[in-house]
């Protein structure tokens, strides 16, 4: 059974930075797709980046490409999310999410994902 658990989540000024951690365990495949979500109160679940874990294939959205960067350990089998210059716009709900494959067209879409975490909250303060 696919486990994940994430965890990094806090309360931080505009302008700075947070790393969230994704720790998968149950999968049967060495290859997967790891992806990142978030959430805020009244709006719609947003994909930012994936992580294809075999290649090691990122992607993003264009509302943190520049800002975020994913990346895998895989002796640890994390997943992690390096995110700088953080802006108010970005607080939210963050999951962790796996799917069998992604690319750059579907890693944002949440129906292609099987398992979820249970989230971790970063607020990002003016």
């Known amino acids: 059974q696919v486990q994940l658990v994430e965890s990094g989540g806090g309360s931080v000024q505009a302008g700075g930075s947070l790393r969230l951690s994704c720790a998968a365990s149950g999968f049967k495949s060495s290859e997967y797709c790891l992806g990142w979500f978030r959430q805020a109160p009244e709006k719609e679940r947003e994909g930012v980046a994936g992580?294809?874990?075999?290649?090691?294939?990122?992607y993003y959205a264009d509302s943190v490409k520049g800002r975020f960067t994913i990346s895998q350990d895989i002796t640890k089998n994390t997943v992690y999310l390096q995110m700088d210059s953080l802006k108010p716009e970005d607080t939210a709900m963050y999951y962790c999410?796996?799917?069998?494959?992604?690319?750059?067209?579907?890693?944002?879409?949440?129906?292609?994902?099987?398992?979820w975490g249970q989230g971790t909250q970063v607020t990002v303060s003016s």
């Open positions: 999410a796996a799917a069998r494959y992604c690319d750059s067209r579907s890693f944002r879409k949440s129906d292609i994902y099987t398992d």
């Open positions: 992580i294809r874990t075999g290649p090691g294939f990122t």
